[in-house]
């Protein structure tokens, strides 16, 4: 059964850092893409970032780049997004998925992680 579990949440103030983590479990993340995804209360799920440890390519969208970076230990079987320089509009629930590409509709998800930045 694959499996996807978020840690690393929790409240910091504006300009601090949090790293998640999306430990994987009854598949390989070199054989999937991983995203992360955020949703914020009363928005919509939006993509924050996605990666394929198989070769390395990364995306972000443009609101995270130059503060956060995802990136995959093979070995653990574990995806982080490492996110710099928080600000309060990243305050959302953060979920990572896995599936075949950075462009599927996502069909694997975890639980979800609270991320809160105060102001």
């Known amino acids: 059964e694959m499996q996807l579990v978020e840690s690393g949440g929790g409240l910091v103030e504006t300009g601090g850092s949090l790293r998640l983590s999306c430990a994987a479990s009854g598949f390989k993340i070199d054989d999937y893409a991983i995203g992360w995804f955020r949703q914020a209360p009363g928005k919509e799920r939006e993509g924050v970032s996605c990666?394929?440890?198989?070769?390395?390519?990364?995306w972000s969208t443009d609101s995270v780049k130059g503060r956060f970076n995802i990136s995959g230990d093979n070995a653990k079987n574990i995806v982080y997004l490492q996110m710099n320089n928080l600000k309060p509009e990243d305050t959302a629930v953060y979920f990572c998925a896995a599936d075949v590409n950075c462009v599927a509709t996502f069909r694997y998800w975890g639980q979800g992680t609270q991320v809160t930045v105060s102001s």
């Open positions: 990666i394929t440890t198989s070769d390395g390519m990364k």
